[in-house]
């Protein structure tokens, strides 16, 4: 099977993963890229090191793909509205062991807008 990856768009056209792949550092994003030719490869049978579910009831159907670049880690929330497609919604720098919840409600917020205007 065929995987597609898309980057989700604002309304104003800006990607903001395109925009957060692009402050990393060359390294970095070169992991980074060659992390979602994977999912792209891949698909759903990707697993854990690379992706894993985002926990809560609040965020089902939500992804992280997991990067790590040295002593960096980063990760890229998606979801897939279709049998196979993913939408990569936004990205961040990890800091702390926990997950700040306002990189997960800004994807959230992402993937409803996405469902909102295409499903």
Do not use: C
Not at 82 to 101: A, E, S
Request: no cysteine; glycine share 6%; charged share 30%.
């Amino acid at each position: 099977m065929g995987w597609n990856v898309r980057l989700y768009a604002k309304e104003n056209g800006e990607e903001p993963v395109s925009v957060f792949i692009a402050s990393l550092p060359s390294k970095h994003q070169a992991k980074a890229l060659w992390e979602i030719d994977l999912l792209e490869e891949h698909g759903a049978a990707l697993r854990e090191p690379y992706v894993k579910a985002v926990s809560g009831e609040r965020y089902k159907g939500m992804m992280e793909l997991r990067i790590q670049h040295g002593s960096d880690i980063s990760r890229i929330f998606y979801f897939f509205p279709v049998r196979d497609t993913f939408i990569l919604l936004h990205g961040f720098v990890k800091k702390d062991m926990k997950t700040p919840r306002r990189e997960l409600e800004t994807a959230l917020r992402y993937m409803d807008d996405y469902r909102r205007r295409y499903l």
